[in-house]
């Protein structure tokens, strides 16, 4: 059975800071691109950050240099570690799995195999 499920979200003061976990099991986890994406009510899911299963790292336009993915294949996990954390950032974030054989990149969330629930962060003024 494969499942995702993340981990790590909570309430967080501006400023402040957050990681969260994605363990990623029932697959290969060395042969799938891991994303993580937001997404706030009404909206389409916004990539975050991205990292290949060779560990070359992306970052969406909202991460730029606060957030930082990473991976550890013996753990079959993904991190975002999440700084400087603002306001805005407050939406649910879901860790998303896509196989590297499919090709492409790794921009676009409904192009992912698999996903978890998500974990609510929320950012106080």
């Known amino acids: 059975q494969v499942q995702l499920v993340e981990s790590g979200g909570g309430l967080v003061e501006a400023g402040g800071s957050l990681t969260l976990s994605c363990a990623f099991s029932?697959?290969?986890?060395?042969?799938?691109?891991m994303g993580w994406f937001r997404q706030a009510p009404g909206l389409e899911r916004e990539f975050v950050a991205g990292?290949?299963?060779?560990?070359?790292?992306y970052s969406g336009n909202f991460a730029n240099d606060r957030f930082t993915i990473d991976r550890d294949n013996a753990k079959n996990t993904v991190t975002l570690r999440m700084n400087n954390l603002k306001v805005e950032s407050t939406v649910v974030y879901y860790c998303?799995?896509?196989?590297?054989?499919?090709?492409?990149?790794?921009?676009?969330?409904?192009?992912?195999?698999?996903w978890g629930q998500g974990t609510q962060v929320t950012v106080s003024s």
């Open positions: 990292i290949q299963w060779h560990s070359q790292r």
């Open positions: 998303e799995g896509k196989g590297w054989r499919r090709g492409g990149g790794l921009y676009t969330a409904r192009e992912y195999d698999y």
């Open positions: 029932g697959v290969d986890f060395n042969n799938y691109n």
